[in-house]
């Protein structure tokens, strides 16, 4: 274990960044949104991870996205509007869907896939949080390596009362999420098989 530790350091220190013999990586971006705020931040987090060079971005509606497009990604990045302090339906449903139309188990087909969460909700304490960690904990159950950025457990808008729409601030979260995914994807691949 500590040797592989060692390696990953190694790697990520000394190597010459994986995108300069051009391979490519892809970041899947999943959400729901109703009224255009989730959408707004998942193309932040599109902007961000297309800020790394060589990361082809995928972004699209959860209810769209094929077995195919799931598993031939390197990250996914699942975004949610907060309904009741708890992530949309049609996002359980997608997570629902990985097993029941897309055979997830029992092969573990996301495992070791880089993984991250946002969320919009109206208030400041809307439920943004608890959103986030339903949809990390599904990745994890998943066994899905997962990261935050933008914020503890990944990017949040407040969409209502003084905070109206997403503001700049807010959407810079959501592009530091969409880089650092990135970044940590380059890096997960190009520790070396064992």
Known sequence: MHVRLLSIALVCLTSVPAWADEPS???????HS????????AQGVLEGAQSVPG????LKRVGQVTANELFSADALVVGSPVYWSNMAGEVKTFFDNWQFKFGVFPDFKMR???GAAFATGGQISSGKELTMLTILAAML?????????GGAFGASATTEGDSPGIDEKELASAKELGQRVAE??????SVPKQ
């Open 25 to 31: 990586i892809t970041v899947l971006v999943a959400y």
């Open 34 to 41: 109703m009224g255009g705020h989730t959408e707004k931040m």
């Open 55 to 58: 990361t082809k971005v995928l």
């Open 112 to 114: 070791n896939k880089v």
């Open 141 to 149: 159950g998943n066994q899905m390596i997962v990261v935050s950025g």
């Open 184 to 189: 940590v994807t380059w890096m997960m691949k």
